[in-house]
């Protein structure tokens, strides 16, 4: 018997009946999409929920969800003609584009707040090869600029802007709409530029539309206290937060996301970064997901929410938007590493355990 090639994977193969795509779109993957849904033991009690499930979109090949959107974003560019693609990025989305502009063979141009990336996340945009243009600048400003370079010059701009991203990044809600058998009741995510809380609000109203769910989820949006536009109803100038993926102060899809509020019944609220922490630390020692901060947004609004007795029970679904192992120095400060050193024997390891 021969051995059979494995089935294609990734967002463009599994989910081609909802995308954009014709017969000259490049079926191109890194096989992404088709993450874990994965049920919490210890922080739904907390955050008074019956039930929390986190969608791990740090399992993606990237280490984040934007593989979903930028897996669509290059694709179409490439039909499209395109040979360069741009991004401003806090460190994902440029890391994806990079990583999807090098299997593709074509230039990836990525603008990013200097000193403000974290390190994991610029030591994917240096392996993978994209061309790095530091800004003295926030990624507002980044973007701006972003914008209007793409405008002038042969290049595509794969940000969040771009409405293929949109539509790959909605897959995800098909995903738990399927894992569980319907919508939950809350979907929590944390917000930035807006993209994300935007695609899976369009999501989940596709699967509605097409009998694959038959509730919408209410939309629970989380910024960090320091860059929290939407919530404080204008832009902050100069961001700050620990969550640095999320040090966004005025974001492009703005409007979107407050439809998606406002439709679902929802809420976008700010969490402060030392509430982003103590969830940051909990996820790893009570869950076993070590997430990066922003990730971590949700569960803190989520278990901010319970504390006040906002949420009574229901089954909620949270976004593990990207990997803890993007961001080490956080890690490092954050925890309190339990380390004994010992010779390489058992009696040595014994004695340094005290047993
Ligand atoms: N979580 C992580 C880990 C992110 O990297 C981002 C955004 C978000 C949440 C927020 O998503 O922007 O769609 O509201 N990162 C962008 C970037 C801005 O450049 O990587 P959003």
């Known amino acids: 018997m021969t051995k059979a090639a494995a089935a294609p994977r990734g967002v463009l193969h599994r989910w081609a009946e909802i995308l954009p795509l014709s017969d000259k779109t490049p079926r191109i993957s890194l096989g992404?999409?088709?993450?874990?849904?994965?049920?919490?033991?210890?922080?739904?009690?907390?955050?008074g929920l019956d039930e929390l499930w986190f969608k791990l979109e740090m399992c993606n090949p990237t280490g984040s969800f934007k593989d979903r959107g930028m897996v669509v974003a290059v694709a179409k560019a490439i039909e499209e003609g395109a040979h360069a693609i741009m991004c401003a990025s806090t460190g994902n989305t440029s890391a994806s584009a990079a990583a999807y502009a090098a299997r593709c063979g074509i230039d990836c141009f990525v603008l990013v707040p200097g000193g403000k990336v974290a390190a994991g996340k610029m030591a994917q945009a240096i392996a993978f090869g994209s061309k790095i243009i530091e800004i003295d600048g926030n990624f507002d400003e980044a973007l701006n600029a972003a914008r209007e370079l793409t405008a002038r010059h042969p290049v595509a701009l794969v940000n969040s802007v771009n409405p293929?991203?949109?539509q790959g990044q909605k897959t995800a809600a098909f995903e738990i709409c399927e894992s569980l058998g319907d919508a939950p009741d809350i979907l929590a995510i944390p917000v930035g530029n807006a993209g994300n809380i935007t695609a899976y609000w369009k999501g989940f109203g596709e699967c509605a539309e097409l009998g694959r769910a038959t509730l919408h989820p209410r939309m629970y949006g989380f910024q960090a206290a320091g860059a929290a536009p939407i919530v404080r109803g204008e832009p902050v100038r100069e961001p700050h937060t620990v969550a640095t993926a999320i040090r966004i102060g005025n974001p492009a899809s703005w409007k979107s996301a407050v439809s998606a509020r406002d439709e679902s019944g929802g809420l976008i609220e700010a969490v402060t970064d030392d509430e982003i922490l103590e969830a940051y630390r909990l996820l790893a020692h009570k869950e076993g997901l070590f997430v990066e901060p922003a990730?971590?947004?949700?569960?803190?609004?989520?278990?901010?929410?319970?504390?006040?007795?906002?949420?009574?029970?229901?089954?909620?679904?949270?976004?593990?938007?990207?990997n803890?192992?993007?961001?080490?120095?956080?890690?490092?400060?954050?925890?309190?590493?339990?380390v004994t050193k010992a010779s390489a024997t058992a009696e040595s390891v014994e004695r340094a355990l005290g047993w």
């Open 32 to 47: 992404e999409g088709e993450t874990p849904l994965v049920r919490s033991v210890h922080l739904a009690g907390l955050c």
């Open 295 to 322: 990730s971590a947004a949700s569960i803190a609004g989520l278990m901010k929410l319970g504390r006040e007795g906002r949420i009574r029970g229901g089954r909620a679904a949270a976004v593990l938007t990207g």
């Open 324 to 338: 803890g192992l993007k961001d080490p120095d956080t890690a490092i400060a954050q925890y309190r590493p339990d």
């Open 164 to 166: 293929f991203r949109i």
